[in-house]
């Protein structure tokens, strides 16, 4: 498997939504573990480790 770096979310506005509303209320320690058990979910979702240190080597490289 290969890291999908084209968009791939048939409704981007509406995901991006959904993680924004997801955080609505959230104090920023509640927010960082949200993402945190997100990152963790999507992670065990892909399952494949090598897509997974493809997609840390792409955002660790954005930022600089």
Same mark, same amino acid.
């Given at each position: 498997?290969?890291?999908?770096?084209?968009?791939?979310?048939?409704?981007?506005?509406?995901a991006y =939504?959904?993680?924004? /509303?997801?955080? =609505?209320?959230? /104090?920023?320690?509640? /927010?960082?573990?949200l993402n945190?058990?997100l990152i963790?979910?999507?992670?065990?979702?892909?399952?494949?480790? =090598?897509?997974?240190? =493809?997609?840390?080597?792409?955002?660790?490289?954005?930022?600089?």
């Amino acid at each position: 498997m290969t890291l999908i770096t084209t968009r791939n979310v048939a409704d981007p506005d509406a995901a991006y =939504e959904l993680l924004l /509303s997801a955080h =609505e209320g959230l /104090s920023k320690a509640e /927010s960082d573990a949200l993402n945190a058990r997100l990152i963790l979910t999507l992670i065990n979702h892909i399952g494949d480790i =090598e897509v997974l240190r =493809e997609a840390l080597h792409l955002v660790r490289d954005d930022t600089g």
